[in-house]
C-alpha cells in the first residue's frame, strides 16, 4: 500500500506500507441465520483486529522508515451465502452480497522518531482504514470457495460391495425459511450398474419441529427396505448353517441322531449323519419403525439336508420361516450401524422327503440356529454400517437417535475443521 499526501507546513509526502501482519483477531459478537428466499445469513459486529507493519516516508532527499500497530475496532461484517442444488445433485453456495466497516483505526508508531511520524499519522489511518474494509468481502469470498470445493467433493453415492451402492443425491431444490434449511436427500440402495426402483414407495415422513440442536437427519424406512429388496434380488441373502456354529454347551446337535427324537425315519434312512441347513431368503424383508421400536420382518425356507459319507447332500425336507426381530442403530465414526435380536419366529412344512415331519417339535432347534448362527452372521454385516451423507471435515458432535413413525431421526451439533 502507497500513495501521497499533503502534511500542512511540510507538504506532499510519498510513503508506503509493507509487511503487513495481523497479530489477533476477535470476533466476539456473530450471529448465523437463515432467510427466507434469500440464503443464509452472517453477521459480525464489535469485532477488533490488531495489525503490525512498516512503512517508509520520502521527500526530495529525505527518507526514513519504521514500524507501527495499528488497533481497528468497531468492525462489522454481512455476509449473505446462497444455497442451491446444483447440476450433479450435491448442495451448493454461493456468495450472494458482502459489506464490511470498521469504525475506528489507531495508528501507533515506535517511539523513534515518534514525534515525526504523528505529523502525518492521521493521513495514514484513512488509507490504511480503506485498504482493510476492502480486503475483507474478498478473504471472506475466498474461505466460502474452499467450503464449495469440500461441497463438489461430497459423496452422493457409495458402493458398499459388489452387489449394492447408496444413492444420497439431492431430489429438490435446498428450501430456506426463516428457521431452518431443509434438504431432501434420495436415500436408495440400488443393485451396482443397476438403477431399478423397488415396487414400493417411500412413506412420508416428517421431521420433527425442535430447534435445540443444529442438525436433524431423518432416515426413512424406505432407504432399509430398499437395501432388503436390492440384497434379494441380488440373491445374497443366504447362507449354510452347520453343527460347529451352535453353541457347544446346547444338548441339540445338527445330526440325524438328534433330529431323529422328532423325525424317527432319520435315524433309519441316514443313520448317525450331520446335518446342514441352508437358509434363504424367499422374499425381501420388511422394516417399519414405530414409537421407540424398529421391527423387521423376515420371510425364508430352511433346506435341511443330511451329509452323506460321500459328501453329497440329501434333502430331508425344507421348513419356511417367518422371523420377527427387534433393530438397535447407532452413529459410529459418520456411519449408521445396526444390530438385530430375535423375538419371534414362526414355522410351516415346505415339503418332506422323509414323510411325517412334526414341525412343533423344531422349534427349539430352529430358535437356537437363528439366535445363534444366523442373527450373529447377519450382525457381523450390519456392524459394518452405511455411510450418512456428509461432507469433508463436517462432523456431528453428540449425536442422539429417536425412532418415530416411519423415521428414525438424527438430531446433533456439527463442527466443521477449516
Known amino acids: 500500500m502507497g500513495g501521497k499526501v499533503k502534511v500542512s507546513g511540510i507538504g506532499k509526502i510519498k510513503y508506503s506500507v509493507k509487511s503487513i501482519r495481523i497479530g489477533n483477531l476477535g470476533l466476539p459478537q456473530s450471529a448465523l441465520k437463515f432467510s427466507a428466499g434469500q440464503g443464509i445469513q452472517l453477521s459480525i459486529t464489535n469485532g477488533f483486529i490488531s495489525v503490525t507493519g512498516n512503512f517508509r516516508i520520502r521527500k526530495h532527499f529525505f527518507r526514513t522508515s519504521g514500524s507501527f500497530k495499528v488497533s481497528v475496532s468497531r468492525l462489522s461484517i454481512s455476509q449473505t451465502i446462497g444455497m442451491?442444488?446444483?447440476?450433479?445433485?450435491?448442495p451448493a453456495l454461493r456468495s450472494v452480497a458482502c459489506s464490511a466497516n470498521i469504525g475506528k483505526v489507531r495508528v501507533k508508531f515506535t517511539k523513534r522518531k515518534r514525534w515525526l511520524y504523528n505529523l502525518f499519522r492521521k493521513f495514514l489511518e484513512k488509507p490504511i482504514r480503506k485498504a482493510l474494509i476492502k480486503q475483507i468481502c474478498p478473504k471472506i469470498s475466498s474461505a466460502l470457495s474452499g467450503l464449495e470445493k469440500n461441497l463438489k467433493t461430497m459423496e452422493i453415492s457409495f458402493k458398499?460391495?459388489?452387489?449394492?451402492?447408496?444413492?444420497?443425491?439431492?431430489?429438490?431444490?435446498?428450501?430456506?425459511?426463516?428457521?431452518?434449511?431443509?434438504?431432501d436427500f434420495k436415500g436408495q440402495f440400488y443393485r451396482v450398474g443397476q438403477r431399478k426402483d423397488?415396487?414400493?414407495?417411500?412413506?412420508?415422513?416428517?421431521?420433527?419441529?425442535?430447534?435445540?440442536?443444529?442438525?436433524?437427519?431423518?432416515?426413512?424406512?424406505?432407504?432399509?427396505?430398499s437395501a432388503g429388496f436390492v440384497y434379494y434380488k441380488a440373491g445374497v441373502l443366504q447362507m449354510k448353517i452347520t453343527d460347529n456354529m451352535i453353541p457347544s454347551l446346547s444338548p441339540v446337535r445338527l445330526n440325524t441322531k438328534s433330529f431323529s427324537a422328532i423325525v424317527p425315519r432319520l435315524e433309519k434312512l441316514y443313520p448317525n449323519m450331520p446335518?446342514?441347513?441352508?437358509?434363504?431368503?424367499?422374499?425381501?424383508?420388511?422394516?417399519?419403525?414405530?414409537?421407540?421400536?424398529?421391527?423387521?420382518?423376515?420371510?425364508?425356507?430352511?433346506?435341511?439336508?443330511?451329509?452323506?459319507?460321500?459328501?453329497?447332500?440329501?434333502?430331508?425336507?425344507?421348513?419356511?420361516?417367518?422371523?420377527?426381530?427387534?433393530?438397535?442403530?447407532?452413529?459410529?465414526?459418520?456411519?449408521?450401524?445396526?444390530?438385530?435380536?430375535?423375538?419371534?419366529?414362526?414355522?410351516?412344512?415346505?415339503?418332506?422327503?422323509?414323510?411325517?415331519?412334526?414341525?412343533?417339535?423344531?422349534?427349539?432347534?430352529?430358535?437356537?440356529?437363528?439366535?445363534?448362527?444366523?442373527?450373529?452372521?447377519?450382525?457381523?454385516?450390519?456392524?459394518?454400517?452405511?455411510?450418512?451423507?456428509?461432507?469433508?471435515?463436517?462432523?456431528?458432535?453428540?449425536?442422539?437417535?429417536?425412532?418415530?413413525?416411519?423415521?428414525?431421526?438424527?438430531?446433533?451439533?456439527v463442527r466443521y475443521r477449516s
Open 160 to 183: 458398499l460391495n459388489p452387489f449394492a451402492e447408496v444413492d444420497y443425491s439431492l431430489v429438490n431444490q435446498i428450501q430456506i425459511s426463516n428457521n431452518a434449511m431443509d434438504l
Open 84 to 90: 442451491t442444488r446444483d447440476s450433479t445433485g450435491r
Open 198 to 225: 423397488p415396487p414400493f414407495k417411500p412413506p412420508p415422513i416428517s421431521l420433527p419441529s425442535q430447534s435445540t440442536r443444529m442438525l436433524y437427519l431423518g432416515i426413512s424406512d424406505f432407504l432399509a427396505n
Open 275 to 413: 446335518i446342514e441347513m441352508r437358509l434363504q431368503a424367499t422374499r425381501s424383508p420388511v422394516l417399519q419403525a414405530a414409537n421407540r421400536n424398529i421391527n423387521v420382518q423376515a420371510f425364508g425356507a430352511f433346506d435341511v439336508c443330511a451329509v452323506l459319507p460321500n459328501s453329497t447332500r440329501a434333502s430331508l425336507f425344507v421348513l419356511n420361516i417367518q422371523v420377527s426381530v427387534s433393530a438397535r442403530a447407532s452413529i459410529v465414526r459418520m456411519k449408521l450401524i445396526g444390530s438385530l435380536q430375535l423375538n419371534s419366529l414362526k414355522l410351516s412344512l415346505g415339503r418332506s422327503n422323509v414323510g411325517p415331519v412334526p414341525v412343533a417339535g423344531l422349534q427349539l432347534i430352529m430358535n437356537i440356529a437363528v439366535k445363534f448362527a444366523v442373527l450373529p452372521g447377519v450382525n457381523v454385516k450390519l456392524a459394518k454400517g452405511v455411510p450418512l451423507p456428509n461432507v469433508k471435515k463436517l462432523n456431528f458432535i453428540n449425536p442422539s437417535l429417536e425412532v418415530n413413525k416411519n423415521i428414525l431421526v438424527i438430531a446433533t451439533d
